[in-house]
């Protein structure tokens, strides 16, 4: 799994592809769940589709992230997965950088 303790506050997660993502996402949340004060950028440039228990995964993860208060950052989305999440109206509800990077380098900035 690509799942990095990048510091004390960000978890870093190179989502693979299906079927192994709702894995790796199921075990983002219960490192949460366990931690309770991060923020998580998810990479998802090894991706090229995303199912519906995937999309609802990530829902929940954004949710219990933002009850505590922390972010959820999408970096490296192919625009034919982006599609999806404009598609099904998501793309507003989630957050997207173009890279790991700005991603990280975004969660460093004073709201």
């Known amino acids: ?38 923020d998580v950028v998810i990479d998802f440039s090894e991706v090229d589709i995303i199912t519906s228990s995937s999309l609802s995964k990530l829902l929940k993860l954004r949710k219990l992230l933002a009850d505590c208060g922390h972010k959820l950052l999408f970096c490296g989305v192919a625009p034919a997965t982006r599609g999806v ?9 989630f957050d997207f950088a173009p890279d790991k990077f700005v991603a990280l380098a975004s969660l460093q900035m004073v709201p």
Request: net charge negative; proline share 4%.
């Open 85 to 93: 999440f404009t598609v099904t109206g998501l793309e507003e509800v």
């Open 1 to 38: 799994m690509g799942i990095q303790n990048w510091s004390e506050e960000v978890i870093l997660v190179d989502l693979q592809p299906e079927p192994n993502m709702g894995e790796e996402l199921q075990a983002v949340i219960s490192m949460v769940r366990d931690r309770g004060n991060c």
